[in-house]
């Protein structure tokens, strides 16, 4: 069966063994991508293998172990699940911490800027008069 012709001619002919699992891998590519057969997908795997993409992120350890044990104790299906749920909930608290905790902590700061404007203004005031 023909198949139609790329954009540029092809050059090179390309012979490759894939294993059942790899076939079905390049299969299901193609079909995601709407591409008209094997040859197309293969020449788009090799056209995105040459765009420069953002590096990935690397979790610290502790952070991976957290994130499988939330998927152990079944509260995720899977690792990108358990990322999700873990960004979801720390968003959540972030905006609570924001919206309930940063006005107290600041009060608190505030107070603790008087107490000590009032010692300083206290300790000026003993010192000038210890020399009277």
Same mark, same amino acid.
């Given at each position: 069966?023909?198949?139609?012709?790329?954009?540029?001619? #092809? $050059?090179?002919?390309?012979?490759?063994? @894939?294993?059942?699992?790899?076939? &079905?891998?390049? +299969?299901?590519?193609?079909?995601?991508?709407?591409? &008209?057969?094997? &040859?197309?997908?293969?020449?788009?795997?090799?056209?995105?293998?040459?765009?420069?993409?953002?590096?990935?992120? !690397?979790?610290?350890? $502790?952070?991976?172990?957290?994130?499988? +044990?939330?998927?152990?104790?079944?509260?995720?299906?899977?690792?990108?699940?358990?990322?999700?749920? #873990?960004?979801?909930?720390?968003?959540? !608290?972030?905006?609570?911490?924001?919206? +309930?905790?940063?006005?107290?902590?600041?009060?608190?700061?505030? &107070? #603790?800027?008087?107490?000590? $404007?009032?010692?300083?203004? #206290?300790?000026? !005031?003993?010192?000038?008069? @210890?020399?009277?």
């Amino acid at each position: 069966m023909r198949t139609a012709r790329a954009q540029a001619p #092809a $050059t090179y002919f390309l012979g490759v063994r @894939l294993t059942s699992e790899e076939e &079905s891998l390049l +299969e299901k590519f193609r079909t995601d991508h709407k591409l &008209s057969n094997r &040859s197309d997908a293969v020449r788009a795997l090799v056209r995105d293998a040459t765009e420069a993409r953002a590096p990935a992120t !690397e979790l610290p350890a $502790t952070l991976r172990n957290e994130l499988e +044990e939330l998927v152990e104790d079944g509260y995720a299906h899977d690792a990108a699940g358990a990322m999700v749920l #873990a960004l979801t909930l720390g968003l959540r !608290e972030l905006a609570r911490t924001h919206t +309930e905790h940063v006005p107290a902590l600041r009060h608190h700061a505030r &107070s #603790a800027d008087e107490r000590r $404007t009032g010692r300083t203004r #206290a300790d000026r !005031e003993g010192r000038g008069l @210890l020399r009277r």
